[in-house]
Structure formats: structure tokens, C-alpha cells
């Protein structure tokens, strides 16, 4: 499994990276200024694998997110902050995958 997750992060996400940045053209989130499920569903793919402490791929991510581009971070920044207090309380993941 290491072998897909370095592939699919190293390769793959980047691509997928400068895609989502040529989206982020209309403000803060995916549709505009306003926060959508859009977002809890995209952004929440960064907080829920790419940054989860107990991926089992977490050095390829961790690798991976230092060359996103910036607008993409932004985004990121942006979805954890408008989902601050949901993401302090929930449950730390033990996603195994």
C-alpha cells in the first residue's frame, strides 16, 4: 500500500492541486464567499486524509502538501477556520488507511 500512496500524493495530487486552484477564482470557498457543502465535502478530503496524523501514508502527504499551490492552502486555511469549533470537538481520527 506505501507504493499508492506515494504514487497517488506525489504524483497524482499535485495535478489534481493546480486543477482546484484554477476553481478557487470566486473568493474565499469552492462557490464564492459563502460556505457550502461543496466545501465540507472537498476541503474536508485535505483535514480528514491529507492531514490526518494516523494516515498510514502520512509522509508521502506530508511531502505532498508542502507543494501545493498557495491559493490552494489558503482554501484549506479558510475551511478550518469557518469549521474551527467542529473540528476542535470532534473525535481524533483512527483511520487506518
Known amino acids: 500500500m506505501p507504493a499508492a500512496y506515494k504514487d497517488i500524493s506525489l504524483n497524482a495530487f499535485p495535478v489534481w492541486c493546480k486543477t482546484l486552484e484554477t476553481k ?5 470557498f469552492i462557490c464564492g464567499d459563502q460556505f457550502t457543502w461543496y466545501d465540507i465535502m ?8 491529507v492531514e490526518n496524523p494516523n494516515n498510514k501514508g502520512k509522509e508521502f502527504w ?3 502538501i508542502e507543494g501545493i499551490p498557495d491559493r490552494v492552502k489558503q482554501y484549506i486555511s479558510d ?7 467542529y473540528l476542535a470537538a470532534r473525535p481524533l481520527s483512527v483511520m487506518g488507511i
Open 79 to 85: 475551511f478550518k477556520a469557518e469549521m474551527a469549533d
Open 24 to 28: 478557487l477564482t470566486k473568493g474565499k
Open 42 to 49: 472537498l476541503a474536508g478530503f485535505f483535514v480528514n486524509i
Open 62 to 64: 506530508d511531502k505532498a
